[in-house]
Nanobody
Framework: QVQLVESGGGLVQAGGSLRLSCAAS????????MGWFRQAPGKEREFVTY????????YYTDSVKGRFTIFRDNAKNTVYLQMNSLKPEDTAVYYC???????????????????WGQGTQVTVSS
């Protein structure tokens, strides 16, 4: 098993920034690609961003490109989501998730991820 714990959420004014962290334990961190998903009130869970096991490749959903950055520190078993220029539409519960690096499915499919954190609330006020 992989245990994932998110932190860093909170309330921020529109235009501000937050950095989310996801600390992993239980298995070798570099065996997993990592993703961030979010779920806004009344909406279904949405793919946000993804990073491969080495950090060499990233992908973003269009709505966050240029504003969000995913990165990881494998020495610390942690993946981060830097969120800049936040908008009220970014308000959601944010989840990190782990995907075994040898899986061959699509990175934006939540079914590809075996392990999930409990989520952290991000609220952006206008």
């Amino acid at each position: 098993q992989v245990q994932l714990v998110e932190s860093g959420g909170g309330l921020v004014q529109a235009g501000g920034s937050l950095r989310l962290s996801c600390a992993a334990s239980g298995r070798t961190f570099t065996n997993y690609h990592m993703g961030w998903f979010r779920q806004a009130p009344g909406k279904e869970r949405e793919f946000v961003t993804y990073i491969t096991w080495s950090g060499s490749t990233t992908y973003y959903t269009d709505s966050v490109k240029g504003r969000f950055t995913i990165f990881r520190d494998n020495a610390k078993n942690t993946v981060y989501l830097q969120m800049n220029s936040l908008k009220p539409e970014d308000t959601a519960v944010y989840y990190c998730a782990a995907r075994w690096r040898l899986r061959t499915g699509t990175y934006y499919d939540s079914d590809e991820y075996a392990y999930w954190g409990q989520g952290t609330q991000v609220t952006v006020s206008s």
